[in-house]
T-cell receptor, first 110, second 113 residues
Framework: GEDVEQSLFLSVREGDSSVINCTYT??????LYWYKQEPGAGLQLLTY?????DMKQDQRLTVLLNKKDKHLSLRIADTQTGDSAIYFC??????????FGSGTRLQVQP | DAGVIQSPRHEVTEMGQEVTLRCKPI?????LFWYRQTMMRGLELLIY????????DSGMPEDRFSAKMPNASFSTLKIQPSEPRDSAVYFC???????????FGSGTQLSVL
């Protein structure tokens, strides 16, 4: 079955770049997503990428996709304390529900 | 649009009681999902509906859990009888179709004492 793996925790200093990594197993994955969850809130869609793309940039966010290695990453430039949250990677083929990773807790230190 | 609306926001109940969680998806969305989030198991998909029809309920823990979607704008998740191990945050989410990006509600924090 499909599986999505993420590291559990990342700590960075304010102003540095953060890179959150994700690996998945389904080579048929077509859509890959990053969600952000702040304390006491639901998951909020941050950005997404189609499998026919290698990179997508959206302001401070850069998503990189390596289809060969089934590896997805989210880079946050100039990380701020407001970026502290749990970040979830998710994927789907488009014909089934999204499969989520376990989430990476990002801690930004002032 | 107000987004996905869940109620109640918090629920505290005693073991053995019936609990009903409610969800109103985004208007026009055809797929609705129920997730459970705990520290131990992370985010688990319980069940999802396409066009009000349950498609995959393999994530429903046991017969104590049931979900319905009587129409396109309303769904319930019921636990009867509730147990302390059911304590978690329950999220409802909707999307245009089952393989598209999800929009989540704010969740229901359930505590079963």
């Amino acid at each position: 079955g499909e599986d999505v793996e993420q590291s559990l925790f990342l700590s960075v200093r304010e102003g540095d770049s953060s890179v959150i990594n994700c690996t998945y197993t389904d080579s048929s994955s077509t859509y890959l997503y990053w969600y952000k969850q702040e304390p006491g809130a639901g998951l909020q869609l941050l950005t997404y990428i189609f499998s026919n793309m290698d990179m997508k940039q959206d302001q401070r966010l850069t998503v990189l996709l390596n289809k060969k290695d089934k590896h997805l990453s989210l880079r946050i430039a100039d990380t701020q304390t407001g970026d502290s949250a749990i970040y979830f990677c998710a994927e789907t083929t488009g014909r089934r529900a999204l499969t989520f990773g376990s989430g990476t807790r990002l801690q930004v230190q002032p | 649009d107000a987004g996905v609306i869940q109620s109640p926001r918090h629920e505290v109940t005693e073991m053995g009681q019936e609990v009903t969680l409610r969800c109103k998806p985004i208007s026009g969305h055809n797929s609705l999902f129920w997730y459970r989030q705990t520290m131990m198991r992370g985010l688990e998909l319980l069940i999802y509906f396409n066009n009000n029809v349950p498609i995959d309920d393999s994530g429903m823990p046991e017969d104590r859990f049931s979900a319905k979607m009587p129409n396109a704008s309303f769904s319930t998740l019921k636990i009867q009888p509730s147990e302390p191990r059911d304590s978690a945050v329950y999220f409802c989410a909707s999307s245009l179709t089952s393989g598209e990006k999800l929009f989540f509600g704010s969740g229901t924090q359930l505590s079963v004492l």
